[in-house]
């Protein structure tokens, strides 16, 4: 993805700043960049953040909509 808030999210992310990229990636899924990545993230930061709940609708919607077999099978570990 080249929108440079994708990048800001994914740098928050290595930083361990998982709230405040969910935050951001959470932003981007609503105006406009929703792809397979942006809800992988989501779910990841959800992870991170202790909420199984969040984190397993997001690894869902990945395992039924994304067309990257690797990515898919991620989300069903």
Known sequence: MKNPLFGEATQAF????YASALTQFENLDKNGSCCDMVHYYIAQCYHHLNQIKGAQMHYQWVTMYSQDSQLRNYSQQ
């Open 14 to 17: 290595r930083d361990g700043k």
